[in-house]
């Protein structure tokens, strides 16, 4: 089975500027997650998606970032305006299934530096 | 509130010899506990799962873990290491009670030298 497909890999932008990134997941897969991973830190969940709808966004400041899931497959994730603090690597999931035993399949991740 | 704590920032070992990265948990039912292998510019790739029952628990690439509920840990495990086996480790608890939360811990970087 195709992985879970992220774009793009890498992305540098001054502050204040927008930026977006793009998911698709495994196909079938109900659940999406937006997790951010900061150097020498393990990934922090940012949102969770069950279809179209977001049922975990406790995390993602919502001043500045924006996410969707239209159709309940692809995802986009948007920062606007991006700040120095936001440089990190941006990875996306999916699973079968929200919670449960059941292991993320995680995409290889964008890595944003804001300059 | 659920956590985990990799207590070793990094674990050398030699390529032939068995290599342990050690794991604690804390969640306040019965846990979901998950390994995960990051090679440099990847995402993260699931090695291993333990859900209930064998507190032994066999995955990828030859890696093994092993689940203590006294100690409340879950070391990941393998008798003989592999210079490809360098990569960043992160252990991973979910409660198992339903909650929907998947919390990491801040990953172990194994080298593994000749």
């Known amino acids: 089975e195709a992985g879970v497909v992220q774009s793009p890999r890498y992305k540098i932008i001054e502050k204040k500027q927008p930026v977006a990134f793009w998911c698709n997941p495994i196909?079938?897969?109900?659940?999406l997650y937006w997790y951010r991973q900061n150097l020498g830190q393990g990934p922090e969940l940012l949102i969770r998606?069950?279809?179209?709808?977001?049922?975990?966004d406790s995390q993602l400041p919502k001043d500045r970032f924006s996410a969707e899931r239209l159709k309940g497959v692809d995802s986009t994730l948007k920062i606007q305006p991006a700040e120095l603090g936001d440089s990190a690597v941006y990875l996306c999931?999916?699973?079968?299934?929200?919670?449960?035993?059941?292991?993320?399949?995680f995409g290889n991740g964008t890595r944003l530096t804001v300059t | 509130a659920q956590s985990v704590a990799q207590p070793e920032d990094q674990v050398n070992v030699a390529e032939g010899n068995p290599l342990t990265v050690k794991c604690t948990y804390s969640v306040s039912g019965n846990p979901y506990l998950f390994w995960y292998v990051q090679y440099p510019n990847r995402g993260l790739q699931f090695l291993l799962k333990?859900?209930?029952?064998?507190?032994l628990v066999k995955g990828s690439y030859g890696f093994e873990a092993e689940f203590n509920k006294s100690q409340t840990s879950f070391h990941l495990k393998k008798p003989s290491a592999l210079v490809s086996d360098s990569a960043l480790y992160f252990c991973a608890v979910r409660d198992a009670g339903g909650g929907n939360k998947l919390t990491f811990g801040t990953g172990t970087q194994l080298k593994v030298e000749l």
């Open positions: 998606y069950e279809n179209e709808e977001a049922v975990d």
């Open positions: 333990y859900i209930t029952g064998d507190n």
């Open positions: 999931a999916s699973s079968p299934v929200g919670g449960g035993n059941s292991p993320l399949h």
């Open positions: 196909s079938g897969h109900n659940t």
